[in-house]
């Protein structure tokens, strides 16, 4: 989808504000960018550039815009099974879907069936966000994971309140789940 050139003023303008401060610009900020705009048309702009699925937006916030892009670094392949090294290596860019990301957001290709109860197939390619904080991933959700000295996995993540475990559930009950100890 192609932006108007306002639309993609405004866009490099939310861009590299992001990257330079960690957080978008306030209307008024936006304006100045844009001089022979007004409040309005800047927030007219966004609401195009959020239609158009550059931005995400959440209501009734200041400062709550999030740069998505649509394509994602294949950075290399999770292990769905038993662990492998961590990935890193950058091997390509992928498009998925249309859908649009956020910046910092990657892309693994699957080896392996231990999910595959959660349709998540041998080949498949998963969309990954990363978190510094595995104790923050809501229980049940799926996670690459990575254990120190060991390498990365692709699970399901489950912790009980209290308890200094996690739970890494496989999708298949041909593979073993795994408990860790918090550090």
């Known amino acids: ?86 990935p890193e290596r950058f091997f390509e860019r992928v498009r998925l879907d249309g859908r649009r990301y956020r910046e910092g957001d990657y892309a693994l290709q699957v080896s392996g069936d231990s999910m595959v109860n959660a349709q998540i197939f041998d080949g498949d390619i998963v969309v990954v966000r990363p978190t510094n904080d595995l104790w923050a991933v809501r229980p049940g959700k799926i996670a690459v994971v990575l254990i120190e000295g060991e390498g990365t996995t692709l699970k399901h993540v489950y912790q009980h309140e209290g308890d200094p475990q996690l739970v890494l559930q496989p999708a298949n009950p041909d593979h073993p789940t795994r408990i860790l100890a918090s550090h």
Not at 24 to 51: C, H, N, W
Not at 66 to 84: D, F, H, N, R, S
């Open 1 to 86: 989808m192609t932006l108007l050139p306002s639309e993609r003023r405004l866009h490099n303008c939310l861009r590299q504000w992001i990257h330079l401060y960690g957080y978008a610009p306030t209307i008024r900020e936006m304006k100045s960018a844009l001089p022979e705009s007004s409040t309005s048309f800047v927030q007219d702009l966004l609401d195009r550039l959020q239609q158009k699925g550059f931005i995400a937006r959440a209501q009734g916030q200041a400062r709550a815009i999030c740069m998505l892009y649509g394509e994602l670094p294949l950075k290399g392949i999770v292990q769905a099974g038993y662990l492998t090294e961590h």
